[in-house]
């Protein structure tokens, strides 16, 4: 069984998302053109025959190489195999590895087509969906990147089996978001279901991905390139990258988490949602075994905040939560904000 998902792109073409049993029909997916693939260790290691059966390339693991060194010595690499604009560069893995991947596609020889075998959750549901390639600069998070959407992304659940389970939770917290933004459907089943149900039931699995990446596909559809309504899909973002940023104890969807129950508290305090529905949040966040508190010092992540990417001079656009399925994106003071933490 499969679900695919298509969004527009600007230039006029689609960008298909598959969910479903699609590693074994990988080929049929791919343009009748020389592939690269670039990935990394341990994914080249895990899917090492379907990799091996490609020209590649493999980078660092890990936040610290989503830099622009990595892609600077993925362009070496292509310029030394002598890729042309005739190529197709294929990401192979998790986030950083489609994000790395993307922003190189879209910039060597001023662009060239891509697409994503997305393995991890987090890949599958946010990073590789939506066009927004990127790495980091002196740590902070996406500061240099483009948007430019795949050609498709596929995200085989069975992918998934493997995945540690902190990996796991940390991309249920970007599906749980999107249940906040847009779908209170979604986010009732993180009620109703316990951890294990959405590891072990692969339908209930595919249910919750699909049903998240449905949200983000609406969203970008409307607005590509962040200009409104996709700034909605920052939710608890401004937070969590802020805590990135001072800290290396957290997964990004660990981050995400936490920045989500805090802007839930900051909705609570500008008046926009209940306090018993901001405890519903920090409720199932916490019952997929995701953190809610980061333990850094406000004053820290707030100073990092105003060097976030989503500043705009002495104002930050925030997402405040109104109830479980809607969402307002509004432009706030940094010295407003401080004041909500004093």
């Known amino acids: 069984m499969k679900e695919i998902i298509e969004v527009k792109r600007g230039a006029g073409g689609l960008s298909r998302i598959v969910v479903g049993d699609v590693i074994g029909e990988l080929r049929s997916y791919l343009p009748q053109r020389r592939v690269i693939v670039v990935t990394d260790a341990n994914v080249h290691r895990r899917y090492k025959p379907i990799i091996d059966s490609f020209e590649h390339i493999i980078i660092g693991m890990g936040e610290t190489n989503k830099t622009l060194y990595t892609v600077e010595k993925i362009y070496d690499e292509l310029i030394a195999l002598g890729a042309d604009r005739e190529c197709f560069i294929l990401g192979f893995g998790g986030g950083i590895v489609t994000d790395v991947t993307g922003f190189v596609a879209s910039t060597y020889m001023r662009g060239l087509h891509f697409g994503f075998v997305a393995t991890t959750l987090l890949a599958q549901v946010d990073a590789s969906v939506g066009g927004k390639n990127g790495v980091n600069v002196e740590g902070y998070k996406n500061m240099v990147g483009v948007f430019n959407q795949p050609e498709f992304v596929l995200c085989d659940t069975s992918l998934l089996k493997t995945l540690p389970e902190r990996e796991f939770r940390a991309g249920l917290a970007e599906i749980i978001k999107a249940g906040i933004i847009a779908d209170p459907t979604l986010f009732s089943l993180f ?41 909605k899909l920052n939710l608890g973002h401004t937070f969590a990258h802020a805590i990135e940023k001072c800290s290396s104890e957290f997964l990004h969807g660990e981050a995400v988490a936490i920045g989500t129950v805090m802007m839930a508290g900051v909705s609570v305090r500008l008046g926009t949602l209940t306090e018993d529905e901001a405890a519903r949040i920090s409720r199932v966040i916490a019952k997929m075994g995701l953190p809610t508190e980061s333990g850094v010092d406000i004053k820290r992540l707030l100073k990092a905040l105003k060097l976030d990417k989503k500043r705009d001079a002495d104002q930050i656009s925030l997402v405040l939560v109104h109830r479980i399925g809607s969402c307002e994106i509004r432009k706030t003071s940094f010295a407003d904000l401080e004041k909500l933490f004093v």
Do not use: P
């Open 191 to 231: 009620e109703d279901h316990a951890l294990d149900e959405f590891r072990q039931d692969g339908a209930l699995l595919t249910r919750i991905i699909t049903a998240s990446i449905r949200v983000k596909a609406q969203i970008v559809e409307a607005d590509e390139r962040e200009a409104g309504v996709r700034k």
